[in-house]
């Protein structure tokens, strides 16, 4: 079916860029233990001295504690999140799904990000593996590790290597559709155990390996006993009990979930690392304006935040808005180069070939105005994004190029292509509500301003609309916007948004209009395998020019790390390359 679209027009545009803006302008005048483990076989790394997971020397934004009577909840905290868990299970978590978060504070991976950036610390295995201390083989290929002694899960049962080759097998096993086991099945050849080192064969070399597969939530791992004890493994079928409990060696045990409402984690004392200092309950809050409320009068300590509206909490006694970094998620407008024009909204007159045409793209790029949607849509808490590599990124430097707002060269761009006398029209799926529609609102004037022959027309859905539609194929719009997935490593980001048979390339058909398709898959693919960092950065940094002059999207901005909490909050920080919420509670004390 067909999508209903909503047409805006120039005046409501304006008005709400206006309002957004007024906003911002109205805001700014507005006053751990070290363990090391010795491996059983002399093939294994060595033990790494890098603090376990729950390192609180990490930059914080506020240490010094307040008098208790000024903290609200003491001994607990409260965290508003926007949506609930569908599964709890690491076997049947999608990715980018509410149950990353329990699982993240709940279980443990081998290896673990830290809290400063993207480096990554020892977690159950005593040692990130490395060519240097030998976890790595020389064909980057297999991958050794050291499993942690003395590790204790939440039913008392003890952690071996043998038990984390269950837990990824059991992933493999199970293959749940709605999981995220396809990430292992894709790369992993074989698992095995040496002595007390968890073995992992590849079928090729992947760069991104450790720090987008082994830190990933199917690669959690699960006690062996526990899972026996309540429905074992069973091909293809989900396990009940794990869907929705938990057991792991992580900081903290569930206390219970009590769904659409809340979910409580309790400090679990036999942790092996540096306990957490806080119980957690996190609270099922949707609505934006209730979370803020919420976090005025200090029932939350912390709450999901969005750029549209921190202009309601600046400046507000008690509370700190931490945006130090970026997130890992740039806003995208995806211009379709597999346009059907009998599938295409009434009224759109946009050819099938419209954006085979690089100029096209180019003139898209040039004509956007970037100003307004990072001051408006995000508040001024965000950026533009060099053309392809978003800040914080692996290979991201401050000199590479990205569009800038040129209407000179976008009107020259559209009259070389032959559409500036004629003009077009065409609609832009959205999500309603938020930073998308905004951009999609500013896309709309930046085009209907700079000549009155271009209309565009924001076509404003519910989100279960919009997803139905960004999955369908062929995709019935000639556009669409929403933000990229929040990769760890530029090998999967390219592998799914620039490559030209990849996720997005085979949807879009990127094909019908990359000037040297080859040559750019040839390079995204001697990327994800080089085992040599110094040459990835140089291959991503010349497929950031060589995107520049034949972009496959429009980048209206990222946003940065943000997060509203109270004040009193002691150690605060967030990782984007952790799960969403992008918080390590076991981090925290107030």
Same mark, same amino acid.
């Given at each position: 079916?067909?999508?209903?679209? /909503?047409?805006?027009?120039?005046?409501?545009?304006?008005?709400?860029?206006?309002?957004?803006?007024?906003?911002?302008?109205?805001?700014?005048?507005?006053?751990?233990?070290?363990?090391?483990?010795?491996?059983?076989?002399?093939?294994?790394?060595?033990?790494?001295?890098?603090?376990?997971?729950?390192?609180?020397?990490?930059?914080?934004?506020?240490?010094?504690?307040?008098?208790?009577?000024?903290?609200?909840?003491?001994?607990?905290?409260?965290?508003?999140?926007? =949506?609930?868990?569908?599964?709890?299970?690491?076997?049947?978590?999608?990715?980018?799904?509410?149950?990353?978060?329990?699982?993240?504070?709940?279980? =443990?991976?081998?290896?673990?990000?830290?809290?400063?950036?993207?480096?990554?610390?020892?977690?159950?295995?005593?040692?990130?593996?490395?060519?240097?201390?030998?976890?790595?083989?020389?064909?980057?290929?297999?991958?050794?590790?050291?499993?942690?002694?003395?590790?204790?899960?939440?039913?008392?049962?003890?952690?071996?290597?043998?038990?984390?080759?269950?837990?990824?097998?059991?992933?493999?096993?199970?293959?749940?559709? +709605?999981?995220?086991?396809?990430?292992?099945?894709?790369?992993?050849? @074989?698992?095995?155990? =040496?002595?007390?080192?968890?073995?992992?064969?590849?079928?090729?070399?992947?760069?991104?390996?450790? /720090?987008?597969?082994?830190?990933?939530?199917?690669?959690?791992?699960?006690?062996? +006993?526990?899972?026996?004890?309540?429905?074992?493994?069973?091909?293809?079928?989900?396990?009940?009990?794990?869907?929705?409990?938990?057991?792991?060696?992580?900081?903290?045990?569930?206390?219970?979930? /009590?769904?659409?409402?809340?979910?409580?984690?309790?400090?679990?004392?036999?942790?092996?690392?540096?306990?957490?200092?806080? $119980?957690?309950?996190?609270?099922?809050?949707?609505?934006?304006?209730?979370?803020?409320?919420?976090?005025?009068?200090?029932?939350?300590? @912390?709450?999901?935040?969005?750029?549209?509206?921190?202009?309601?909490?600046?400046?507000?006694?008690?509370?700190?808005?931490?945006?130090?970094?970026?997130?890992?998620?740039?806003?995208?407008?995806?211009?379709?180069?597999?346009?059907?024009?009998?599938? *295409?909204?009434?009224?759109?007159?946009?050819?099938?070939?419209?954006?085979?045409?690089?100029?096209?793209?180019?003139?898209?790029?040039?004509?956007?105005?970037?100003?307004?949607?990072?001051?408006?849509?995000?508040?001024?808490?965000?950026?533009?994004?060099?053309?392809?590599?978003?800040?914080?990124?692996?290979?991201? $430097?401050?000199?590479?190029?990205?569009?800038?707002?040129?209407?000179?060269?976008?009107?020259?761009?559209?009259?070389?292509?032959?559409?500036?006398?004629?003009?077009?029209?065409?609609?832009?799926?959205?999500?309603?509500?938020?930073?998308?529609?905004?951009?999609?609102?500013?896309?709309?004037?930046?085009?209907?301003? *700079?000549?009155?022959?271009?209309?565009?027309?924001?076509?404003?859905?519910?989100?279960?609309?919009?997803?139905?539609?960004?999955?369908?194929?062929?995709? +019935?719009?000639?556009?669409?916007?929403?933000?990229?997935?929040?990769?760890?490593?530029?090998?999967?980001?390219?592998?799914?948004?620039? &490559?030209?048979?990849?996720?997005?390339?085979?949807? &879009?058909?990127?094909?019908?209009?990359?000037?040297?398709?080859?040559?750019?898959?040839?390079?995204?693919?001697?990327?994800?395998?080089?085992?040599?960092?110094?040459?990835?950065?140089?291959?991503?940094?010349?497929?950031?020019?060589?995107?520049? $002059?034949?972009?496959?999207?429009?980048?209206?901005?990222?946003?940065?790390?943000?997060?509203?909490?109270?004040?009193?909050?002691?150690?605060?920080?967030?990782?984007?390359?952790?799960?969403?919420?992008?918080?390590?509670?076991?981090?925290?004390?107030?």
């Amino acid at each position: 079916m067909r999508t209903r679209t /909503n047409r805006f027009s120039r005046f409501h545009l304006l008005l709400i860029v206006a309002v957004v803006l007024s906003l911002v302008a109205a805001a700014c005048s507005s006053d751990d233990s070290t363990e090391t483990s010795a491996p059983s076989a002399t093939t294994a790394p060595s033990s790494d001295t890098t603090a376990p997971s729950t390192d609180t020397t990490a930059p914080s934004t506020d240490t010094t504690a307040p008098p208790d009577d000024d903290v609200n909840n003491p001994g607990v905290y409260v965290h508003a999140a926007d =949506d609930d868990p569908l599964s709890l299970d690491p076997a049947g978590v999608a990715a980018g799904e509410a149950g990353e978060t329990i699982i993240l504070q709940t279980y =443990d991976r081998l290896v673990e990000i830290g809290p400063g950036g993207p480096d990554l610390i020892p977690g159950l295995s005593t040692a990130v593996p490395t060519v240097e201390n030998g976890g790595i083989s020389a064909d980057g290929l297999t991958y050794t590790f050291p499993i942690r002694e003395g590790v204790t899960f939440h039913d008392g049962s003890t952690l071996t290597a043998d038990v984390v080759k269950f837990s990824w097998d059991r992933a493999l096993e199970m293959d749940l559709p +709605e999981g995220n086991s396809s990430i292992l099945a894709d790369l992993v050849d @074989s698992t095995s155990v =040496d002595g007390n080192n968890f073995v992992v064969t590849l079928k090729d070399r992947n760069a991104a390996f450790l /720090n987008s597969v082994v830190t990933a939530a199917v690669a959690s791992i699960v006690s062996q +006993e526990g899972v026996e004890a309540n429905g074992g493994v069973v091909a293809g079928q989900p396990n009940e009990f794990f869907s929705s409990d938990v057991i792991g060696s992580g900081p903290y045990t569930l206390g219970a979930w /009590n769904r659409g409402e809340n979910i409580q984690l309790d400090v679990f004392d036999d942790y092996w690392g540096e306990p957490a200092k806080l $119980d957690v309950r996190i609270e099922q809050v949707p609505d934006d304006d209730v979370r803020t409320l919420g976090l005025r009068a200090g029932d939350f300590d @912390s709450i999901e935040t969005d750029p549209t509206f921190v202009t309601d909490i600046e400046g507000a006694e008690g509370v700190t808005i931490f945006a130090e970094g970026w997130l890992l998620e740039p806003v995208h407008i995806g211009l379709n180069l597999d346009i059907r024009e009998d599938l *295409l909204p009434d009224g759109d007159t946009v050819p099938a070939d419209f954006f085979h045409d690089p100029r096209v793209r180019r003139a898209f790029n040039y004509a956007f105005n970037y100003d307004n949607f990072v001051e408006g849509g995000l508040s001024g808490q965000g950026g533009v994004v060099p053309h392809y590599l978003p800040q914080g990124m692996l290979a991201y $430097d401050d000199s590479l190029p990205r569009f800038e707002t040129d209407l000179a060269e976008a009107e020259r761009l559209f009259t070389e292509a032959g559409w500036w006398d004629d003009g077009f029209e065409m609609t832009v799926l959205v999500e309603e509500g938020g930073i998308f529609e905004v951009a999609g609102l500013v896309l709309k004037d930046s085009l209907e301003s *700079l000549n009155p022959n271009f209309r565009i027309n924001v076509a404003a859905v519910v989100e279960v609309q919009f997803d139905d539609a960004h999955a369908a194929v062929p995709f +019935e719009y000639a556009t669409w916007i929403k933000n990229a997935d929040p990769f760890a490593d530029p090998a999967a980001l390219f592998a799914a948004y620039i &490559h030209p048979d990849g996720e997005w390339g085979d949807v &879009h058909k990127f094909r019908n209009g990359y000037q040297d398709a080859d040559g750019i898959a040839a390079l995204i693919e001697e990327a994800a395998v080089s085992v040599d960092t110094d040459r990835r950065v140089e291959i991503y940094q010349e497929l950031t020019q060589l995107l520049f $002059d034949d972009p496959m999207w429009v980048i209206p901005g990222n946003e940065k790390a943000l997060m509203a909490h109270r004040s009193w909050v002691q150690n605060f920080t967030m990782n984007p390359l952790w799960p969403r919420p992008s918080l390590k509670f076991a981090l925290f004390d107030k």
